[in-house]
C-alpha cells in the first residue's frame, strides 16, 4: 500500500510497504558519534587537505582496515582514523556531511556525540572542535531544517582528571552542549569512576547520558551505577538491563530511555539483540533505534530499523512505538517535542495508524 492508497480508517497493516514506512517516517537519533560518520572517501579528502599520509589510497583500501568484532577492536581502528580532522572547517564538513545524510534518511531532530579529548590529546584546541560542529549545526538547520544537538562524552579509559578538565574547558560553550556521555573502552572503566565529574555536569546543567556497552565484563553493575549512584537520564545500549527485572522496573518507573544501536550490536558482539529490544519494547520500556557509527558499521538510521524490523518481523506499529519513544525521550524543550510529535502523528495518520 502506498500512503496516496491509504484510507484514514480500516486500514490492513499487513498491506503496508515497511520499507516505504520506514523510509519516511519522521525519525528522532540519539545515538551518533560525530566521528564515527567520518566515511572513507572523507577521511581521504580530508588527509589530502591537510597533507597528511596515509597508507590506504582508495575507499577499498580504507575499507579493508574495518576488521573488528569487539568494541576495542573497533576503537583501535577508530581512533586513530580521526586524526585526519585538524581543522574547524573539517569538523564542519563531517558534522555537515552526517546531517545531509540523516535528513535524507527522514531524521528531523538528532543529539550528536562528540569525543574532544580524541583532539584535544593530539593538540587540536576544543574551541577548534566545537566552533565547526557548531557551524554545521547553523548550516543544517537553515539549509535543511534539521535540528542538532551536541553531547560531549567523556573517554572512560582515560583519567577522570582529564574528563573533569575538559568539562571545565566545555563551560564557555555550555550553550552549544546539551549533556554529557561516556564512551570508549568500558571494561575496568565503570560509571562510578566519572561520578565527580558528572556531578559536576548535573551543576551546570548538563543532561546525563553513559555507554552501557553490549555484553561487557560487569553489564548489569555498570548499568545499576548509571541508573542509581550517577542518576542518569539515558542510557546508551544498555540492552543487558533485561537480566534484571528490578533494574527494568526502575528504569520504567523513571521514563529511563535506551539508545540501541541494533547493525552496531552485530559487529561488537554478532548479535543484533533484536531479542532484547524487542522484549524491552513490548515491556514499555523507552527504546528507540539509533545508528552508532554508521560510516564504520555501513547503516544509517533507516537501515538500522530496517535491519531491526527483518530480524525481528517488527510491523509498522512496533517502528512508529520506536520512532514516537526517541522524540519522547529527546532532550527537546516541550514545544518543540509537541511540533515533532504531532508531524510523526500526521504521517502515521496518512497510512491509518
Ligand atoms: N565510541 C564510538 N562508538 C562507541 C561505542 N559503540 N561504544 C563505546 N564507545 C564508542
Ligand atoms: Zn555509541
Redesign the pocket.
Known sequence: MTIDSATATGTDVSTIDLDEFIAGIPKCELHV?L??TLEPDLKLELAARNGIVLKEKTVAEVEATYGFDS?AS??AV?YPAMHVLVTADDFRDLAFAYLTKAASDGVRHVEM?F?PQAHTGRGVPFATVISGYRRAIVDAHAQLGISAELIM?FL?DLSAEFAMATLMESLPYRDWIIGVGL????RDNPPNKFAAVFARARREGYQLTC?C?IDQVGSIENIRQALEDIGVDRI??GTNIVESPQLVQDAKRRGIGFTC?PV?NSF?TSDMKATEIVTLLRDDVKVTVNS??PAYFGAYIAGNFAALAGRASLGPEDVARLARNAFEIAWLTPRARAAYLEELDTYLARYGL
Open positions: 558519534h566521528e564515527g568494541l573497533f576503537l577508530y556525540f569525543d562524552c572512560r564512551d570508549s573502552d568500558e555507554h556497552d546508551d545500549h544501536c552496531s561488537v552508532d557509527d
